[in-house]
């Protein structure tokens, strides 16, 4: 009689420490486009000089700096917006001498993706067109178009003119 309540305690403590789970939101859940670096020739390069990005919301006093002068890098990478059907950026190119400015402008549908309740809700994106001007970008191409949590992938090739 006396082991009854014993039982039922460790009974019920099983069961409540069976009934509780861990929460599996993704740790690693950034979101963003890599943009690979390559010359006209197709090879894969590093930037020599420095390149910066910048968006402009609405107004020149409202510009944003997304990546500020880096060299020496082979790929960079950029959040994409979770409400805008196109994300629009600068490209900035300092050689020893002169400022090169480019424009890139992406086309995408954005796709609300839930772990659970619990996590944060995350935007995966499908690329539909990229286009840019072509002060120093020679082309840009779209080699992978699902934007997910593989920060693996190569989701674009930028041809730059490197003859500066």
């Given at each position: 009689m006396k082991r009854t309540p014993f039982f039922f305690v460790l009974f019920s403590f099983i069961i409540l420490l069976a009934a509780c789970s861990s929460i599996d939101c993704p740790l690693n859940n950034k979101v963003q486009a890599n943009y690979c670096i390559y010359n006209y020739r197709g090879d894969s390069i590093a930037l020599e000089d420095s390149l910066s990005i910048v968006i402009n919301r609405k107004s020149p006093l409202e510009?944003?700096?997304l990546i500020n002068r880096i060299s020496g890098k082979h790929m960079f990478s950029l959040t994409m917006s979770n409400n805008q059907r196109e994300d629009e950026f600068y490209l900035i190119y300092w050689n020893k001498e002169e400022e090169y400015i480019d424009t890139i402008r992406?086309?995408?549908?954005?796709?609300?993706?839930?772990e659970t309740v619990d996590c944060a809700a995350t935007y995966f994106h499908t690329i539909t067109d990229v286009w840019s001007t072509h002060n120093i970008i020679d082309s840009i191409v779209i080699n992978h178009k699902t934007v997910d949590y593989d920060s693996q992938k190569k989701h674009f090739k930028l041809y730059l003119h490197i003859g500066f």
């Open positions: 510009d944003t700096v992406v086309t995408k549908e954005d796709k609300p993706h839930f």
